[in-house]
Antibody, heavy 122, light 105 residues
């Protein structure tokens, strides 16, 4: 069974860079879209961006200027960096794997990590 | 950006009743829609994809329908464990989610 585990600081100061890592176990990292999705406390879900095993990325246009997603296939890890954070970036950050339908990767999220709460505060 | 609007915001029902949740897209998304269930403190769980296909392990009491801009998730007979928040998500363009429907006992 595929398992995803997010890790990283739970507290980040305003204007600094948020950094999270997602470690994949129980399955291949190749052939799928790997996304980061966030959920502010008590609110809905927001897709941040994805990376494919080739390294190609696509970001939410509203966050694109501040976000970088990287992949390390040898370590089976996907990372998220978000710069210039503010209190509005306080959220649970999820790593999620996309589905494969007819051997094609698609943007439905089949496996999720348990989430990492990041609070932005001085 | 494709906006998904879910209704109602809250649905109060009893076990054994039928639940009907709606999701409307701001433009046609064909059948590129998924539904997720989220319980407190947990990550969302994929229920349905491509509007009407159940994900692995999802009970048959869950069904989905719709195409274009109007979609429905139906739970035929509510079990106690079905009371949760439900989100729709489209993949016609970069992914966006609806704001959620809370299903309360």
């Amino acid at each position: 069974q595929v398992q995803l585990q997010e890790s990283g600081p739970g507290l980040v100061k305003p204007s600094e860079t948020l950094s999270l890592t997602c470690t994949v176990s129980g399955g291949s990292i190749s052939g799928y879209y790997w996304s980061w999705i966030r959920q502010p406390p008590g609110k809905g879900l927001e897709w941040i961006g994805y990376i494919y095993d080739s390294g190609s990325t696509y970001y939410n246009p509203s966050l694109k200027s501040r976000v970088t997603i990287l992949i390390d296939t040898s370590k089976k890890q996907v990372s998220l960096k978000m710069s210039s954070v503010t209190a509005a970036d306080t959220a649970v950050y999820y790593c999620a794997r996309g589905m494969s339908i007819a051997a094609r990767p698609v943007w439905y999220f089949e496996f999720w990590g348990q989430g990492n709460l990041v609070t932005v505060s001085s | 950006e494709i906006v998904l609007t879910q209704s109602p915001a809250t649905l109060s029902l009893s076990p054994g009743e039928r639940a009907t949740l709606s999701c409307r897209a701001s433009q046609s998304i064909f059948t590129y829609l998924a539904w997720y269930q989220q319980k407190p403190g947990q990550a969302p769980r994929l229920l349905m994809y491509d509007a009407s296909t159940r994900a692995t392990g999802i009970p048959a009491r869950f069904s989905g329908s719709g195409s274009g801009t109007d979609f429905t998730l139906t739970i035929s007979s509510l079990e106690p464990e079905d009371f949760a928040i439900y989100y729709c998500q489209q993949r016609s363009n970069w992914p966006t989610f609806g704001q959620g429907t809370r299903l309360d006992i």
